[in-house]
């Protein structure tokens, strides 16, 4: 299925590992020309050169923190005028709630609420006046159902898809879709952090706790960030502009709804 993307050109997040770099390859081999940030210039400058043996196609790497106003600045000077956003950010740290302070709170918001905010307010006029923008939000399944040990990523993300369920029915009209999408299960150092946590907390192996989260998923395993990058791609489509305002849950089916 071709897109419609060829040519077009895409800020993608946090994309020298895990979700965020498979996004970027989905949209490369779409022939859509790249700029992706992370904090640390050594790892993401690598994935670019990746990308660009992959997919052949021109990716710019942008390192910086896209929590903060001057790594923002640096992935917009880079590209001015983006067709495609993809808001994406580590998240905040497991634990418990009790051990949080008002500035791990304040990090929180800011790196997983505000700092994409920001991004679509940056970019969002411009993609109007083109008639042309897709902004895909990589969230979490705990926006669905939260995890007690993820509660800094449940409320930040929560507010951002409130925010951004408002905006999106704004903008529609002008063929600018925004969407969301919540992983649940994939394979990513994230997922492992937070099984490594639960190991320590439970004194268990690490490997146990993976092999049970598999098998108390529907689909029996977890998920493959390429999976994950297909999905993002398909949502930034040309041919996608009826989707509007959504919350796509990719988790294997662990979320156990008739509706979701």
Same mark, same amino acid.
């Given at each position: 299925?071709?897109?419609?993307?060829?040519?077009?050109?895409?800020?993608? /997040?946090?994309?020298?590992? #895990?979700? !965020?770099?498979? /996004?970027?390859?989905?949209?490369?081999?779409?022939? *859509?020309?790249?700029?992706? %940030?992370?904090?640390? &210039?050594?790892?993401?400058?690598?994935?670019?050169?990746?990308?660009?043996?992959? %997919?052949?196609?021109? *990716?710019?790497?942008?390192?910086?923190?896209?929590?903060?106003?001057? #790594?923002?600045?640096?992935?917009?000077?880079? /590209?001015?005028?983006?067709?495609?956003?993809?808001?994406?950010?580590?998240? +905040? +740290?497991? !634990?418990?709630?009790?051990?949080?302070?008002?500035?791990?709170?304040?990090?929180? =918001?800011?790196?997983?609420?505000?700092?994409?905010?920001?991004?679509?307010?940056? =970019?969002?006029? #411009?993609?109007?006046?083109?008639?042309?923008?897709?902004? *895909?939000?990589?969230?979490?399944?705990?926006?669905?159902?939260?995890?007690?040990?993820?509660?800094?990523?449940?409320?930040?993300? &929560?507010?951002? %898809?409130?925010? =951004?369920?408002?905006?999106?029915?704004?903008?529609?009209?002008?063929? *600018?879709?925004?969407?969301?999408?919540? +992983? !649940?299960?994939?394979?990513?150092?994230?997922?492992?952090?937070?099984?490594?946590? @639960? &190991?320590?907390?439970?004194?268990?192996?690490?490997?146990?706790?993976?092999?049970?989260?598999? @098998?108390?998923?529907?689909?029996?395993?977890? #998920?493959?960030?390429?999976?994950?990058?297909?999905?993002?791609?398909?949502? /930034?489509?040309?041919?996608?502009?009826?989707?509007?305002?959504?919350?796509?849950?990719?988790?294997?089916?662990?979320?156990?709804?008739?509706? %979701?």
């Amino acid at each position: 299925m071709d897109l419609g993307l060829q040519g077009k050109k895409a800020i993608v /997040c946090a994309a020298s590992k #895990g979700l !965020g770099r498979a /996004c970027a390859i989905a949209l490369a081999r779409e022939g *859509v020309d790249v700029t992706i %940030t992370a904090r640390t &210039a050594a790892v993401l400058e690598e994935t670019a050169a990746e990308i660009r043996q992959m %997919t052949g196609a021109k *990716v710019i790497a942008v390192a910086g923190d896209i929590a903060s106003e001057d #790594g923002r600045a640096a992935a917009l000077a880079a /590209c001015p005028s983006p067709d495609i956003l993809v808001n994406n950010n580590g998240g +905040p +740290p497991f !634990g418990d709630f009790r051990e949080w302070d008002r500035d791990m709170w304040i990090k929180a =918001v800011d790196g997983n609420m505000l700092a994409p905010i920001f991004m679509i307010k940056a =970019v969002i006029d #411009g993609m109007i006046e083109r008639k042309f923008g897709r902004i *895909v939000n990589i969230t979490s399944a705990s926006v669905k159902s939260p995890i007690a040990q993820l509660g800094m990523s449940n409320g930040a993300r &929560a507010g951002l %898809t409130g925010f =951004v369920a408002g905006l999106a029915r704004q903008v529609a009209h002008h063929n *600018v879709v925004i969407n969301n999408i919540l +992983p !649940g299960p994939f394979l990513t150092d994230r997922l492992r952090g937070g099984l490594r946590e @639960a &190991a320590r907390q439970s004194n268990r192996p690490v490997d146990d706790l993976i092999q049970e989260r598999q @098998a108390n998923t529907p689909a029996r395993r977890a #998920g493959d960030p390429a999976e994950f990058g297909d999905a993002c791609a398909f949502l /930034c489509s040309a041919k996608i502009g009826f989707i509007v305002g959504q919350n796509l849950l990719l988790d294997g089916g662990a979320f156990n709804s008739a509706s %979701t």
